[in-house]
Nanobody, 119 residues
């Protein structure tokens, strides 16, 4: 099993910054993808930023130029640097990891961390 623990959320004013962390532990063999997703009240969960095993990154259009995803392989930790935050960035942010096992692809989610941006 794999455990993902997010941290770094909180309350920040519009224009401010936060850095989220996602620490992965457990039976990690070969990560295919790590990413950040968010879910605002009354809305569906959406992709924010993802990083593939070859370090290619993808961002939602709404966060391009403001958010940066990174990863420390030695620590099995992923980060999301969020700058120029807007009230519409308010959501619970989740960490996701996928890896390929003998039985097929496996997916794991963290429990989330709340980010609230005040206007």
């Amino acid at each position: 099993q794999v455990q993902l623990v997010e941290s770094g959320g909180g309350l920040v004013q519009a224009g401010g910054s936060l850095r989220l962390s996602c620490a992965a532990s457990g039976n990690i063999f070969s990560i295919d993808l790590m990413g950040w997703y968010r879910q605002a009240p009354g809305k569906q969960r959406e992709m924010v930023a993802t990083m593939l095993s070859d370090s290619r990154t993808y961002y939602a259009d709404s966060v391009k130029g403001r958010f940066t995803i990174s990863r420390d392989n030695a620590k099995n930790t992923m980060y999301l640097q969020m700058n120029s935050l807007k009230p519409e960035d308010t959501a619970v942010y989740y960490c996701r990891l996928t890896q390929t096992l003998r039985r097929g692809s496996a997916e794991y989610w963290g429990r989330g961390t709340q980010v609230t941006v005040s206007s």
